[in-house]
Structure formats: structure tokens, C-alpha cells
């Protein structure tokens, strides 16, 4: 079956740091992955996808490249914010065209400190 | 369009009260999602819907769980009997099926506390 392994949290680290958080994958198919972000109190907001191998997919400041032969999709950041400080949850998803639904990893939790 | 909206946003009962939470989709969607998730996890699917039509549902949902979809557009989760280890936070999501990224937007959640 399909499953999603994150790295362990919290990663804690200082404003203007360098982030990168782990997510491997598992899946029958050829997935689709995604990485959410949940701000605290909140649900969760789609951060960037990618669809197929070696796409990169990017949005405020985070990427993240999907890595067929490593089955990786690590998120990074070049200097994070204090506002960055949430959890982060990697998903995939399996049959785009058919039953859509996600696998996501535990979730990891970013703390910036100023 | 505003987004994914859950009502209510937090809901303290008592143990075997009944409680029901509301979803409204995006108004374009079709799919409606259910999920639960836990303290320190990810969200874990319950069931789903495409228009009126609930398509699947998780070994998750047990029989104390109902959802409906009734005009295809906002749906209703209802717990009967709660228990403490249904609290939770319940999320729902919406997406288009049929477009090619089909990506899921998620509603801010429902916070469920059982006592």
C-alpha cells in the first residue's frame, strides 16, 4: 500500500536559516505529491505539488523536487521566518483520474526562533 | 469564493450526545471529504463524496458515524453516541474531479472535545 515517512519533529531553528524537511514515499502507482502546511488552531493549506517525476514544485520561498529513483520529496527553504513556524505534512496521492485519496506522513513541526 | 467553511469551529459534549458538524465546499466542486486527525498525526480519511453520491468509506467510520451530501453541495458529519475517543479535529476538504491536478483545499476544521 501507499505510505508517506516524514522526518521526526520539532525541527527548531533560527530566522534566516536554512530549512530542509525529509519526506520518503511508497506507492504502487505513479503518485502525485504534495506538501500542506497547518498554522496552529488552523487546517491544513496546500503549500506546492508536483506531478511527475522531476518536477519541481515552489511557492513562497519553499520548493520541493519530486525524486522518482530516490522516491523522495524533500521541502526546502533557503531562510526561514518566524511566520514559517507550523506544521508541515507530505502526501501523496495515488490514480489521479480515479478514487483520490491521500496518504499523508505524521506531520513535522517547524519552530523559527527570532 | 471564500474557500472550504466548517461550522462549528470547536464543540465541547459530553460523552453519548450526538453532534453534527456542517461542511460547505468550494462552490464549483464536486468531491467533498471527510477526515479526522489526531493529536501529532496526519489526517486520516473517513469518507467522501462526489455530488450527492458517497462513494467510499473508511473501515474508520463506524456505524456511530454518518455523513450526507444531500444536494450535492454542503454535507453533514453526524456522530451518535460520542465517546472520548472521538475527539479530534474533523476537516473537510473539497476538490474538482475531473481536472487533471485534482488538488484537495481543506476548511480550517472542527475541533471535537469529548468528555
Known amino acids: 500500500g501507499n505510505s508517506v515517512t516524514q522526518m521526526e519533529g520539532p525541527v527548531t531553528l533560527s530566522e534566516e536559516a536554512f530549512l530542509t524537511i525529509n519526506c520518503t514515499y511508497t506507492a504502487t502507482g505513479y503518485p502525485s505529491l504534495f506538501w500542506y502546511v497547518q498554522y496552529p488552531g488552523e487546517g491544513l493549506q496546500l503549500l506546492l505539488k508536483a506531478t511527475k517525476a522531476d518536477d519541481k514544485g515552489s511557492n513562497k520561498g519553499f520548493e520541493a523536487t519530486y525524486r522518482k529513483e530516490t522516491t523522495s520529496f524533500h521541502l526546502e527553504k533557503g531562510s526561514v521566518q518566524v511566520s514559517d513556524s507550523a506544521v508541515y505534512f507530505c502526501a501523496l496521492s495515488d490514480l489521479p483520474g480515479g478514487s483520490y485519496i491521500p496518504t499523508f506522513g505524521r506531520g513535522t513541526s517547524l519552530i523559527v526562533h527570532p | 469564493d471564500t474557500g472550504v467553511s466548517q461550522d462549528p469551529r470547536h464543540k465541547i459534549t459530553k460523552r453519548g450526545q450526538n453532534v453534527t458538524f456542517r461542511c460547505d465546499p468550494i462552490s464549483e466542486h464536486n468531491r467533498l471529504y471527510w477526515y479526522r486527525q489526531t493529536l501529532g498525526q496526519g489526517p486520516e480519511f473517513l469518507t467522501y463524496?462526489?455530488?450527492?453520491?458517497?462513494?467510499?468509506k473508511s473501515r474508520l467510520l463506524s456505524d456511530r458515524f454518518s455523513a450526507e451530501r444531500p444536494k450535492g453541495s454542503f454535507s453533514t458529519l453526524e456522530i451518535q453516541r460520542t465517546e472520548q475517543g472521538d475527539s479530534a479535529m474533523y476537516l473537510c476538504?473539497?476538490?474538482?474531479?475531473?481536472?487533471?491536478?485534482?488538488?484537495?483545499?481543506f476548511g480550517p476544521g472542527t475541533r471535537l472535545l469529548v468528555l
Open positions: 463524496f462526489q455530488n450527492e453520491a458517497q462513494l467510499e
Open positions: 476538504a473539497s476538490s474538482h474531479f475531473g481536472s487533471f491536478q485534482e488538488t484537495q483545499y
